[in-house]
């Protein structure tokens, strides 16, 4: 039986190879954060992080993540993280919701590379997470004021 | 969004307890304060009215009947209880309300009433007082639509806060032995003149031994604590964490999956299948077919049949579903095509003067009179809602007993449906509605909740959650019907405009003739044309068509509002002097269409865009939902002809902001709604199949295409109107008006492209 290793834990799942993550993470281990948008890789609903890196679990099969770290919103572990649900808070990000556990996973992910990124490198890191509800403009913005906070010192 | 649906509601209302409006008029009118069965509470809780319950934590619940879909309507709405109430903010919680008949949506209904919006005259009184009366004695009817949540419970929820706190202050001063005028209330405790002071929570008990008031006075915004504020979304936390329960997320013990295929052709069903193949791979509980599913019990259409695989995971039934052998029965649509459906408006138009909607002065004589004239064709397409959460839902049949966990924004409908397609009665149904990735209408219609009714049969028990992959939920939309409209206009030897004629064809959307609304935003228009004739044909095809985010506004706006701008550049007057001059008397467009071209510097020459290009800008004004919205959209063209837009001025007066966070992200939210569509947004048709399947060829905007938004909002002491669906209508014309200001070329097909 495979075994996935998701927030910290080693789990043996009963499952094919071929299984997307998505489905692994939704249908048997109950971690329904992340969502399900498109099924092709085309809108980062489904966006978890792959030893540290952004991806998308619904076009990768759980084959592919033996032996390395899955996290997922539920468990995300990255230094911005709280400074990015922070942001998010401050400048009224969400709306429906429903896409934000991904961007939130590709705003860590940029950060982690990027801690003090541009429009630009914002735009590039986020425009493959879509987002019915044009939420955009404050995504950009929160990922500024979190990299402005979590940036300075504790 | 219920614009079409309304209509058919107050037919399908009138006919249901149409027995009942006899002897109405001297039965008293029952106020939207009490429910039909007392609320349920847990311990040490009690219920004040049908709006509100209190604990002994000191925990305020809200009874909360509007899903939740990113309008942000259940902050607004509890705002509305806890100001009057005098509440602690961090105290107030949601609950689901169950469907009783003080949750009626009577703002949807009545709003949808077929007169002018400037029309306050008897017949509309009388016609929304009668409307009233029968919405408040029917349950089922609440529904989250039409932009209308909190004008339709700002009276009944700030009264029922108010009575509450009445309440409260009541029971604090039978303890305390002191006139309850001494008491006040303030952050969720009682407070008497002496020092004295007690929670709420500590007073709920009192409290609820307290008889009703018979009258409260409500605050003036003076006094308003809560309302006015940008207060922060009540659902923030958990839509930051995962934690957030949306409709794909419900997990009931047992729960089964279902994956859908449906006939590609519109109208098409299954004429046969093999599951063979299916059956025995692992995981698989059953295949299960599935016939046509009614739009919903008031709208016309249905889903196509299709086959259904019931697994253990996710996974199971999406994999096995691949391997049913399917015969579709096609339909008559077989041979439908985008062309033949353009050829078919164009036939209608070309045939018939159209049914009149609007028709003031006498439009023959001064077209006919006119010392010149100009004529424009527009077309708008089909479009999808392709909300982020595609359509799913979880029903499981037991015991007689129906419980559908529903992201449906009309919980009403939804039950009824359930228990029609189950055979039970609707108190054997149990519709909870979690929260909406998104709705834009789609969530309107029934259909799929229907179809996961009808796979609860099959489970001897045990719930099951179906989900449509993102291709069947692209091509078994309800989709913006596309829409032809040829436009004339006729100006004296003054270059005055004295002459307005439009003509349009497309789906009435199943609406009788009497009350069709294809012409939302178009017959009922600001504009003091002197002659005008506003018409429309009705033209039907088999393409399932629905509510989309401000409905037949979003493509009468576009009409109108370029075609005002034809005439303006025709008689070379500026826009915005052009339209002011033809808003005449309206004080509230004026002060609406002067501030969003104050803000956009209107009359300085607009610079060149960040990258240098040069741009041009374009105004747009129109009104829906009770609110007016103007917006300007700056834009330039590549070299390769892409159209970019680098910023959008939004103007709205939508009576008292309630809450300007929340107004200020639904304007933002609908700009780029609305841009998709008019940028990119296009479902096609060939041999009567919908060619778009996912977001790779219906793409919605990605960030890099977002525009810089700023957004202003007119101070208002009106009652508060729509937010969720008016900043969508304006965008597109005001972005085809940029380009004919920077090209000097006049776009009028949707979406805009050069070819």
């Known amino acids: 039986m495979p075994i996935l290793n998701v927030n910290g834990k080693s789990i043996p799942v009963d499952a094919e190879p071929e299984t997307p993550l998505l489905w692994v993470l939704r249908g048997e281990l109950k971690l329904v954060g992340t969502k399900y948008g498109c099924g092709k890789g085309l809108c980062g609903a489904c966006t978890v992080h792959l ?81 019915r509800c044009g939420t955009y403009t404050r995504i950009r913005a929160a990922i500024h004021v979190a990299a402005a906070t979590a940036g300075r010192t504790p | 969004m219920a614009n079409i649906k309304r ?34 509470v847990g311990q040490g809780q009690v219920a004040l009215n049908g709006w509100v319950k209190v604990s002994a934590d000191n925990t305020v619940t809200v009874m909360m009947s509007q899903a939740e879909m990113g309008q942000g309507a259940q902050t607004g709405l509890a705002m509305l209880l806890a100001d009057e109430m005098d509440a602690d903010w961090a105290q107030v919680t949601l609950e689901q309300s169950t469907l009783d008949a003080i949750y009626n949506n009577q703002a949807v209904l009545i709003d949808g009433l077929p007169f002018q919006p400037n029309d306050h005259g008897l017949a509309k009184r009388a016609t929304g007082h009668l409307l009233g009366k029968i919405i408040r004695a029917v349950p089922g009817l609440q529904g989250t639509g039409g932009s209308s949540s909190l004008t339709d419970q700002w009276l009944p929820l700030r009264q029922a806060g108010a009575s509450a706190r009445a309440m409260l202050i009541g029971g604090a001063a039978a303890l305390w032995q002191v006139p309850a005028g001494e008491c006040r209330a303030e952050n969720g405790r009682v407070l008497h003149a002496s020092g004295k002071s007690a929670t709420f929570g500590e007073l709920a008990q009192r409290a609820a031994q307290m008889p009703l008031p018979k009258e409260v006075t409500l605050k003036t915004p003076a006094q308003f604590k809560l309302i006015g504020q940008g207060v922060r979304r009540i659902d923030n936390a958990t839509k930051l964490d995962g934690s957030a329960t949306y409709g ?32 025995v791979l692992p995981g698989v509980r059953k295949v299960v077919k599935l016939e046509p599913a009614k739009a919903s019990s008031v709208m016309p259409g249905s889903t196509c049949g299709g086959v259904a695989v019931i697994a253990d995971t996710p996974f199971h039934a999406m994999r096995a579903l691949t391997k049913v052998a399917i015969g579709w029965d096609h339909g008559a649509a077989a041979a439908l095509s985008s062309d033949s459906i353009s050829s078919d408006l164009k036939a209608a138009l070309d045939g018939a003067e159209g049914k009149v909607h609007l028709e003031t002065g006498r439009i023959a004589q001064a077209l006919q009179s006119a010392a010149k004239t100009i004529e424009a064709e527009y077309r708008v397409p089909f479009l999808a809602h392709a ?92 989709y913006r019907p596309t829409y032809l409209c040829r436009c004339k206009a006729g100006f004296d030897a003054n270059g005055k405009l004295t002459a307005w004629k439009t003509t349009s064809a497309g789906s009435s959307m199943g609406m009788p003739a009497f009350m069709d609304q294809s012409t939302d935003g178009a017959s009922n228009t600001a504009y003091a044309f002197p002659n005008a004739r506003v018409a429309h044909v009705t033209v039907e095809s088999a393409v399932p068509v629905g509510i989309w985010r401000s409905v037949a506004h979003s493509q009468n706006a576009f009409f109108t509002e370029s075609f005002v701008d034809e005439c303006a550049a025709a008689c070379g007057q500026d826009p915005v002097a052009f339209r002011a001059e033809l808003l005449g008397a309206d004080e509230r467009h004026k002060r609406v269409l002067h501030r969003a071209a104050e803000i956009a510097n209107w009359q300085q ?37 892409q159209i970019r837009v680098h910023r959008v001025i939004c103007v709205i007066d939508c009576g008292v902001p309630v809450n300007p966070n929340l107004i200020r992200q639904q304007m933002e939210g609908a700009i780029v709604f609305g841009l998709s569509a008019a940028l990119r947004g296009e479902i096609t048709i060939d041999k009567g199949q919908v060619q778009q399947s996912n977001f790779n060829n219906y793409a919605p905007l990605r960030m890099s295409e977002s525009p810089a938004i700023q957004v202003d909002i007119i101070q208002s002491a009106d009652a508060p109107s729509g937010v969720g669906e008016p900043g969508t209508p304006p965008i597109a014309p005001a972005v085809a008006n940029a380009l004919y200001a920077l090209t000097g070329m006049r776009l009028r097909t949707l979406p805009l492209k050069f070819a």
């Open chain 2, 387 to 478: 909300t982020m959460e595609p359509m799913n839902c979880t029903a499981q049949f037991k015991d007689g007993v129906a419980t559908v966990w529903a992201p449906t924004q009309a919980a009403g409908f939804a039950s009824g449906a359930v228990a029609k397609a189950l055979g039970i009665p609707e108190s054997k149904v149990d519709i909870k509605v979690p929260y909406l990735g998104g709705g834009f209408g789609r969530r309107y219609l029934t259909d799929f909740v229907v179809q996961a009714a009808l796979l609860a049969r099959e489970t001897q028990g045990a719930p099951v959650q179906l989900l449509w992959s993102r291709e069947q939920d692209m091509a078994h939309d309800y």
């Open chain 2, 248 to 279: 794909i997320d419900v997990l009931p013990p047992g729960l089964l999956y279902a994956s859908i295929t449906m006939c590609p052709t519109v109208g098409g069903k299954v004429a046969s299948f093999d599951a063979a193949a299916a059956q």
């Open chain 1, 51 to 131: 030893d540290g890196e952004a991806v998308r679990s619904c076009v990768t099969p759980l084959e592919a993540v033996q032996g390395r770290e899955v996290r997922t919103i539920e468990g995300v572990q990255c230094p911005q993280i709280d400074a990015l649900r922070q942001a998010w808070t401050h400048v009224d990000v969400v709306q429906c919701g429903y896409c934000q556990s991904g961007q939130l996973m590709a705003a860590c992910a940029l950060l982690k590379r990027s801690p003090r990124p541009s429009d630009e490198e914002i735009d590039a890191a986020m425009s493959g997470n879509l987002c």
């Open chain 2, 605 to 641: 020459p607009l610079g060149p865009a960040p990258d240098g290009a040069k741009q041009g800008r374009g105004i747009a004004i129109h009104r829906s939902f009770g609110s007016v919205v103007a917006q300007v959209a700056e834009v330039s063209i590549t070299e390769q002809r």
């Open chain 2, 7 to 40: 209509r058919h509601l107050i037919l399908g209302t009138v006919g249901v307890v149409g027995a009942l409006v006899i002897g109405w008029s001297a039965a008293p009118q029952r106020r939207r304060l009490l429910t039909d069965k007392p609320l349920a």
